[in-house]
């Protein structure tokens, strides 16, 4: 089976063709195609290429599925003693992707 390390993010992820991840958020609109350049290490069995930092030519394709938001993260900070408390939240931005192609 096919496989690839691409980065997307900050962050790296081994995807196959028909993976679906979560992805920090693109511009990309639902349905449409994003492609990704930076592409680590792709190949199969022990055809692996590996880029000195990217593999040249290499790209990965996939399909939009639906941009949403993380669960709510809650942060709390509190002082003994002194009465202060503070609660903050966040979600972050993600974007659902899944894997079409590998073009190594």
């Known amino acids: 089976m096919a496989y690839a390390i691409i980065k997307t993010g ?13 992805v920090e ?4 609109a ?3 195609v994003a ?3 930076e592409v ?4 199969e069995g022990s ?3 590996v880029g000195a930092p990217t593999v040249a030519g290499a790209s990965v394709s996939a399909k ?16 003994k003693r ?8 966040h979600r972050q931005p993600l974007t659902l992707v899944q894997i079409t192609a590998i073009n190594a």
């Open 10 to 22: 900050g962050k790296q992820y081994k995807v196959s063709v028909g993976d679906k991840l979560d």
């Open 25 to 28: 958020k693109l511009a990309v």
């Open 30 to 32: 639902e349905g449409d």
């Open 35 to 37: 492609t990704f350049d």
């Open 40 to 43: 680590l290490v792709a190949g």
């Open 47 to 49: 055809s692996i290429s």
């Open 64 to 79: 939009v599925l639906k941009q949403h938001k993380a669960d709510k993260a809650t942060t709390f900070k509190f002082r």
């Open 82 to 89: 002194k009465g202060f408390h503070k609660t903050r939240g």
